[in-house]
């Protein structure tokens, strides 16, 4: 039941256009292992900072 919640909150951020913070959990330890790994309250108030004043919202 709780995986299937997952899925579905995780499709409903990509239909409004939200990114996904697992992923971007995943690409941090990839990509970037020395960057502390923000929480997830600090991941979407970024992004909404990012999106709506006309930052980028990519770092690669």
């Given at each position: 039941m709780r995986?299937?919640?997952?899925?579905m909150l995780r499709t409903l951020r990509r239909i409004a256009g939200m990114p996904d913070y697992a992923a971007y959990v995943e690409h941090v330890r990839g990509r970037h292992p020395g960057r502390p790994v923000?929480?997830?309250?600090?991941?979407?108030?970024?992004?909404?900072?990012?999106?709506?004043?006309?930052?980028?919202?990519?770092?690669?």
């Amino acid at each position: 039941m709780r995986a299937r919640l997952q899925r579905m909150l995780r499709t409903l951020r990509r239909i409004a256009g939200m990114p996904d913070y697992a992923a971007y959990v995943e690409h941090v330890r990839g990509r970037h292992p020395g960057r502390p790994v923000p929480s997830e309250r600090e991941f979407y108030e970024e992004y909404v900072k990012q999106r709506y004043d006309g930052a980028p919202t990519r770092c690669c």
